[in-house]
């Protein structure tokens, strides 16, 4: 398993700017001034999760994404067309930055896990190799 800090090719860490006082805790994704590396168009959550069930399993051609764990944890799995790479994400304060074709699945969903993905486009269905051995092809 690889360590947190040793990401391969564009994938990286991204520190979500947070505010805490007596009345909580704000939380900012912010991809004009803040440390987003796009602006965010599409947003979208994953909850719910089995136990034995994972999701993602694709690859996307252009769009990037950032996935943070609202609640819980998770364990991405990224390939990268030479090597697989695995972090566990359980930190609402601390995002994972995907970049376009990079494999990724996602699996080890905590009971109580509420995932959040930030995107910069829209759905587009022929935006995504949904075959592995297709994703490793183009390699």
């Not at 905590?110 to 075959?131: E, H, V």
Request: with cysteine.
């Amino acid at each position: 398993m690889t360590t947190p800090d040793s990401l391969p090719k564009e994938i990286g860490w991204i520190d979500i700017d947070t505010y805490a006082d007596e009345r909580g805790t704000l939380s900012v994704a912010d991809g004009v001034n803040g440390r987003f590396p796009f602006v965010v168009e599409r947003v979208f959550w994953i909850s719910d999760v089995p136990a034995d069930q994972s999701r993602g399993a694709h690859a996307h051609r252009t769009c990037a994404e950032v996935v943070v764990p609202l609640r819980g944890s998770l364990t991405a799995c990224l390939h990268d067309g030479e090597k697989e790479y695995r972090y566990v994400l359980d930190n609402p304060q601390r995002g994972l930055y995907i970049p376009p074709m990079v494999w990724c699945s996602f699996l080890n969903f905590s009971a109580d896990c509420l995932c959040l993905c930030l995107t910069p486009a829209p759905y587009d269905k022929a935006g995504y190799i949904d075959a592995f051995e297709q994703f490793k092809a183009l390699f």
